[in-house]
Structure formats: structure tokens, C-alpha cells
Nanobody
């Protein structure tokens, strides 16, 4: 059983940056595609980014390209999400997920963390 734990969320002002982390335990970290999703109140869970098994290939949601960057460190069983130029509409709970295929659909992921809240407000 793979367990995922997110951290790094918080309250920031518009234009500021934030770095989220997700540490995994159990399973073989290098066997999984890792992803970030987010969910705002009353909204569906939205794809943010995925990174492949080695970290050599990534994909980001179209509207987030250039502001958000996903990365992974297989030696630390961790992935990260560097977020810059944050906007109020980025406010959401951010979830880390693990799966066996590169996908932008939440149902394709097998394991989920409990999320970390990011609030962007002045």
C-alpha cells in the first residue's frame, strides 16, 4: 500500500510563490507516475501536472504552463510542485496522486494523499 503525504500549503498573497511537497512510503516509488491535482470548493478535481517514472517527462495543465512546475526526486521518494505568480483562482486543496500510467484523469490514479490547502488572498 502506497501512502502519500502532502505539505507546504498555506496562505499567500497574489503574485507570491509556494512550493508543495509530497512524500511517499510503501511500494516502489520509481514504479509510479506521480501527479498533482487540485480541487476548489464546489468544483471538480482538476489536473495540475504529472511527472513520469524517471522525471524526464512532465505535463502541465494548459492554463498553468509557465507558472507551475512539477519535479520528482526518486532518492527521496518525493515530488514537488513549484508554484509562482499565484492568483486567487489558484486557491484550492492540492492533492498528490500515484498511478501506473500518465494521465490527466483522476480516476486513472491509484493512490491519493489527503491534500494540502493553498489559499491566495490579499
Amino acid at each position: 500500500q502506497v501512502q502519500l503525504e502532502e505539505s507546504g500549503g498555506g496562505l499567500v498573497q497574489p503574485g507570491e510563490s509556494l512550493r508543495l511537497s509530497c512524500i511517499t512510503s510503501g511500494g516502489t516509488f520509481g514504479a509510479y507516475v506521480m501527479a498533482w491535482f487540485r480541487q476548489a470548493p464546489g468544483m471538480e478535481r482538476e489536473f495540475v501536472a504529472w511527472v513520469d517514472w524517471s522525471g524526464s517527462s512532465t505535463s502541465h495543465g494548459g492554463s498553468l504552463q509557465g507558472r507551475f512546475t512539477i519535479s520528482r526526486d526518486n532518492a527521496k521518494n518525493a515530488i514537488y510542485l513549484q508554484m509562482s505568480e499565484l492568483r486567487p483562482e489558484d486557491t484550492a486543496v492540492y492533492y498528490c496522486a500515484a498511478g501506473t500510467k500518465r494521465a490527466i484523469i483522476p480516476a486513472r490514479y491509484l493512490y491519493w494523499g489527503t491534500g494540502t490547502q493553498v489559499t491566495v488572498s490579499s
